[in-house]
């Protein structure tokens, strides 16, 4: 069974598949040791740690690069946040991106650089394109920007999702990630409409992995926020304690 295959196999909704998002070899390894099935990268981390802002920023062969050392790192399946494919024409893309060894790939819907969310339809006939290149290689995650967007209301938001839902599954798409959703009846919803597994973030951790599993998702990522936590500590509290000459290993 190849680990693309695997990889598909885990997205049952109601059981989800938890990603824990590393953002080098050495984060993958033990997020593989801990005992998940599968690593995600988070785009944001990935570019935070070769030193350039998330949104297609990062030179795009630095990111394949990072995502080879993290799949050559680990034995079970890598799927990487790879924005909205870095302006590479899809058959490029697929082959560019096959050459890492990770097996799936987020795209999400709007623009990097602007912020703008892409016609549905261009941004379907992409996922197609990308799906035809691959056919069953590569797992397809479509990110759906709605709701990170905040694009219109709630009931907006959440009927552009679901329109957005319906064509990119028809276009080849695995999974929909729609980013931004953090309230359980739309999730909910959005899973009931949605003819195909839905990845949610964990966020700030307001809902628990148990409580998406019972709204039906399929798959629970967290983006950078395990890097921006670790960071974050050793930039408040290891380099402050060590700037006053305390030890900053004790406990």
């Known amino acids: 069974m190849s680990s693309a295959t695997v990889l598909r196999a885990l997205h049952v909704p109601g059981t989800p598949l938890v990603v824990p998002n590393a953002w080098d070899a050495a984060s993958a390894r033990l997020i593989e040791a801990a005992g998940f099935a599968a690593v995600a990268t988070s785009s944001n981390a990935t570019a935070a740690v070769l030193g350039y802002d998330d949104g297609e920023a990062a030179p795009v062969q630095d990111v394949l690069a990072a995502a080879a050392r993290i799949a050559r790192a680990v034995s079970v399946p890598v799927t990487v946040d790879f924005e909205r494919g870095y302006r590479l024409d899809p058959a490029e893309l697929v082959e560019q991106f096959a050459a890492t060894g990770a097996v799936g790939l987020n795209l999400e819907d709007s623009d990097p650089a602007t912020g703008a969310m892409i016609d549905p339809g261009e941004q379907a ?24 967007r905040q694009a219109g209301s709630a009931e907006d938001q959440l009927s552009t999702a679901i329109d957005r839902a319906a064509r990119y599954f028809a276009a080849g798409a695995d999974c929909v990630y729609p980013i931004g959703v953090g309230d359980l009846d739309l999730i909910g919803r959005l899973v009931k409409e949605a003819p195909g597994p839905v990845n949610v973030a964990y966020g700030q951790g307001a809902n628990t992995v148990a409580a998406y599993a019972a709204r039906g998702v399929a798959r629970v990522s967290f983006g950078p926020m395990f890097q921006r936590h670790l960071y974050g500590t050793f930039a408040r509290s290891v380099l402050p304690t060590l700037q006053a000459d305390r030890n900053p290993f004790a406990g």
Do not use: S
């Open 125 to 148: 006939d992409f996922l197609a394109a990308v799906r035809a290149a691959a056919g069953d290689t590569l797992v397809i995650n479509a990110r759906i920007d709605a709701f990170l």
